[in-house]
């Protein structure tokens, strides 16, 4: 009988087992901070243009299947950098400084498409390689300074953002070829240079998309299945007690921003190589002393994905989804910034949703959970009848 009972437990349903996971306990915390992000935005929306708030809420949330290519290609940078920092998090590291990884990353790959010349095949790959590595560069300082001199890594990160955004405006406009002065931007990229399409007619989507969900994926494997993520995450929970095991922190705080830097750099590769939908052009940097907004945006994308990296996926995708679609919202009379309001509120709420989510879990579970029990326990004898027959 008590075979009988486990067997009938173990291919029955468990609620309980499902909602006391972390992964429902983000995914229903993530969901909760995206529905008040979206109602605080219509709410916004009705003050601002009553007649008119339906029609642009309707873009807002569905605007984006319309453009679904740009929506991938504007949610690859973001993806990266959100896994940046999202990576550097599980370490118990604040990566701020993404956007500066970013825009080095895009000068080094800028550099190889305008300054070596390489056969067609080759060139891209050698150019994306080179984001990833002056992402690196620009991600080992902050590590080396955390590591090495205890210095908090929000501070030199966020300071690395400003002067790489400076060195970077800098050696683009003292760099002729790159540089085209009447336009106050860089020129075009060799053709040979610009990562593959994906074929969608009137879009930036390329295979760098591809490549970003790939880079996820592993990353998520290496967290979850090797040692070197144990380690990491280990020592992001409790850095004392890690050292106490015999891991190596300091190192382990170099190579993870070292990796992080690599992440936020390719992002600033797949952003700049990306082919453009107008033909015989591609995309183009202008050097306005401004930091990079993607590098902000990762941040936001990893605080709604939890920092695991597949949760990173869903929320880029998702976040660039909104962004195309409130960029339709003008064409009934809103400014595109009203999506910048409903994403600020989405990233204010997840900062505190799990706590809101504990709550909605109690509910739910009180609502439910008895009513499952109760189809468990009923369907316990007919199993039983079925076996002894």
Do not use: C
């Not at 895009?106 to 095949?121: H, I, K, N, S, T």
Request: glycine content about 12%; hydrophobic content about 50%; proline content about 3%.
């Amino acid at each position: 009988m008590q075979d009988n009972k486990k067997s009938s437990q173990k291919s029955g349903f468990d609620f309980r087992s499902i909602t006391k996971t972390k992964g429902f306990s983000a995914f229903t915390a993530a969901l909760l901070a995206i529905a008040l992000g979206l109602i605080f935005g219509l709410i916004v929306m009705t003050l601002a243009n009553p007649s008119k708030a339906m029609a642009g809420f309707r873009y807002v949330l569905v605007g984006g299947f319309s453009r679904f290519g740009d929506v991938l290609y504007f949610a690859t940078p973001i993806l990266m950098t959100g896994l940046a920092v999202g990576f550097a998090f599980k370490m118990g590291l604040f990566n701020i400084g993404a956007s500066g990884q970013y825009t080095m990353g895009m000068f080094f790959a800028l550099y190889v498409g305008f300054m070596v010349e390489l056969p067609a095949g080759l060139h891209w790959i050698v150019a994306i390689l080179a984001g990833m590595i002056g992402g690196m560069i620009w991600g080992f300082i902050p590590g080396i300074f955390k590591a090495l001199l205890n210095v908090n890594e929000v501070i030199t990160s966020i300071m690395f953002n400003y002067i790489g955004m400076y060195l970077v405006d800098m050696w683009v406009q003292g760099n002729a070829t790159m540089y085209i002065a009447s336009k106050s931007r860089t020129n075009y990229l060799p053709s040979t240079v610009q990562i593959p399409s994906l074929g969608v007619q009137g879009s930036n989507v390329n295979l760098g998309i591809i490549f970003a969900i790939l880079i996820a994926v592993t990353l998520f494997i290496v967290l979850q299945k090797t040692t070197f993520g144990y380690e990491l995450k280990a020592t992001g929970y409790n850095k004392y007690a890690a050292d106490y095991a015999g891991m190596k922190g300091k190192r382990n705080v170099v190579v993870t921003m070292i990796i992080a830097g690599g992440l936020a750099g390719l992002g600033g590769a797949f952003a700049i190589l990306a082919p453009s939908a107008i033909a015989g052009s591609s995309m183009t940097y202008e050097p306005i002393n401004i930091i990079a907004a993607n590098g902000f945006n990762g941040i936001a994308v990893a605080l709604l994905g939890s920092s695991n990296p597949i949760g990173i996926i869903f929320s880029a995708i998702f976040i660039s989804h909104i962004q195309r679609g409130g960029s339709l919202a003008n064409l009934v009379g809103f400014k595109p910034e009203i999506i910048d309001v409903v994403i600020a509120v989405i990233i204010y709420f997840s900062a505190f949703a799990m706590i809101m989510n504990s709550a909605l879990a109690k509910f739910v579970k009180s609502k439910f959970g008895k009513k499952v029990e109760m189809a468990n326990a009923n369907a316990e004898p007919t199993t039983t009848n079925k076996e002894a027959k």
